[in-house]
């Protein structure tokens, strides 16, 4: 899907402009035109990409490759490769995607091209619909629009992180599965996957505030140093929330294994306590006694009494003995 925007000052905005207008459109230095590319394939976006005058490496790049965050200056305009990271609707709760959002930025005009629809620019888009003026200073400015929604879109994926370790230091100590252990690397996986777009990321809008671009207006740099900001707070939480994971992790194990060294515990005492008794038992019930040297003795009722409280006083006795040693 291609949709478009144009706004010219005392004029209606306009949309869903026909492609074959934008080079005429674009050489209008007052308006301002923004193109956004949805899923569109690349047979059907090259010919209009190819209308404004980008060079064919810049091209070949927005439809075909996948980079990290970068930016290309070609003079008149900025190549700009953003990603954004988004929750799949699924079974899967914390089923992830990372996709790219390639950017093009001309004196008077904004490009986007994207595969699935982003919330931040759709957000942008309507409030440029509603309320012209969201656009009237220039394209630079629209961008630091689009960015900074897109970087606070990850807010809602934070605190949703942040809210699942609660739960699951919870867990740990409470009802500890291999369903908290899963969760606790799922949550890592996530955290990583984020951390490898936010620095990059970060790079590059500190060019955007730092270095001296045609296409930037020198006030507006302001705009993408606080977007800049934001990225630096978000790696900072990120590196918090991955430190609070590996934690979790480490408190997982130990418990994981203080349980087990309670289990074993428990196990060896109830082995220990019943050592004796097998031993008696064991002895008692071998049967060569009568017929080797006439013990007759052995099967009268008083040593079968004083045998059974020997059974049940002996436990005791080393269970008061393990106790003393403060081994239980």
């Given amino acids: 899907m291609i949709r478009s925007i144009f706004f010219s000052p005392g004029k209606t905005a306009r949309t869903d402009i026909p492609p074959e207008e934008f080079p005429r459109l674009i050489r209008d230095k ?8 949805i899923g569109e394939s690349p047979e059907t976006a090259m010919p209009i990409l190819q209308s404004f005058k980008f060079h064919h490496l810049a091209i070949d790049d927005a439809l075909q490759e996948t980079h990290a965050p970068k930016i290309d200056d070609w003079g008149d305009y900025l190549y700009i490769v953003l990603n954004y990271m ?8 914390w089923d992830t995607e990372i996709d790219e ?5 001309g004196r008077n005009y904004v490009i986007t091209h994207h595969d699935n629809p982003v919330e931040s620019i759709d957000e ?4 440029c619909q509603r309320d012209p003026r969201y656009a009237k200073d220039g394209p630079d400015h629209l961008l630091y629009k689009i960015i900074d929604a897109t970087v606070m879109n990850y ?14 230091e919870d867990q740990v100590f409470d009802r500890p599965n291999s ?12 955290l990583l996957a984020m951390r490898r777009i936010l620095l990059p990321q970060r790079e590059v809008l500190n060019k955007m505030a730092r270095d001296d671009y045609q296409v930037i207006d020198q006030k507006d740099r302001i705009f993408y140093r606080d977007i800049y900001d934001h990225l630096v707070r978000l790696h900072d939480v990120n590196e918090s929330l991955r430190d609070l994971v590996g934690g979790a992790l480490d408190t997982y194990l130990s418990v994981i294994n203080n349980r087990l060294n309670d289990v074993m515990k428990t196990l060896t005492l109830i082995t220990t306590l019943f050592m004796p008794i097998s031993f008696i038992t064991g002895f008692f019930g071998m049967n060569f006694f009568e017929p080797v040297a006439g013990l007759v003795g052995w099967t009268r009722g008083q040593i079968f009494t004083l045998t059974l409280g020997v059974m049940l006083g002996l436990p005791i006795v080393m269970y008061s003995w393990m106790r003393r040693r403060t081994w239980v």
């Fill in 179 to 190: 369903q908290t252990l899963a969760k606790l690397f799922t949550l890592k996986r996530v």
């Fill in 30 to 37: 007052r308006g301002l035109l923004w193109v956004d590319f």
């Fill in 101 to 105: 959002l390639d950017i093009f930025l």
């Fill in 124 to 127: 942008t888009w309507n409030m």
């Fill in 86 to 93: 988004h929750l799949v609707k699924g079974t899967d709760p």
């Fill in 155 to 168: 807010m809602p994926i934070i605190e949703k992180i942040d809210e699942e370790i609660d739960v699951i």
